[in-house]
């Protein structure tokens, strides 16, 4: 089982920066794909940025390339979501989440969730 827990949301004006960090518990940590993904309020949730927890596969959507980074601290034991550039249409409830399969891609592939926390940008 992983236990995960994100921090760090709050509201931000375009253009800004932001950091959310997600505190991870658990067993086998290192056999992980971690990954955040966001729902705005009528939306379906979306994959953002995502990594292999030991290193590697980084992956990001084309709408936060180049603005959004997923970085790790193992001795924290924390997932990080760097955001910069911010913009209104980012506004989301963010998630950390973890796969056991490498190849995890979609929402429903994802087997650990934290509650998330929300980001607002303002215009």
């Known amino acids: 089982q992983v236990h995960m827990v994100e921090s760090g949301g709050g509201l931000v004006q375009a253009g800004g920066s932001l950091n959310l960090s997600c505190v991870i518990s658990g067993r086998a940590l290192s056999a992980l794909t971690m990954a955040w993904f966001r729902q705005g309020v009528g939306k379906e949730r979306e994959f953002t940025v995502g990594?292999?927890?030991?290193?590697?596969?980084?992956k990001a959507a084309d709408s936060v390339k180049g603005r959004f980074t997923i970085t790790r601290d193992y001795v924290k034991s924390t997932l990080y979501l760097h955001m910069k550039d911010l913009r209104p249409e980012d506004t989301a409830m963010y998630y950390c989440a973890a796969a056991k399969n490498w190849e995890a891609n979609d929402a429903g592939d994802y087997d650990f969730w934290g509650q998330g926390t929300q980001v607002t940008v303002s215009s």
């Open positions: 990594a292999a927890w030991a290193g590697g596969n980084n």
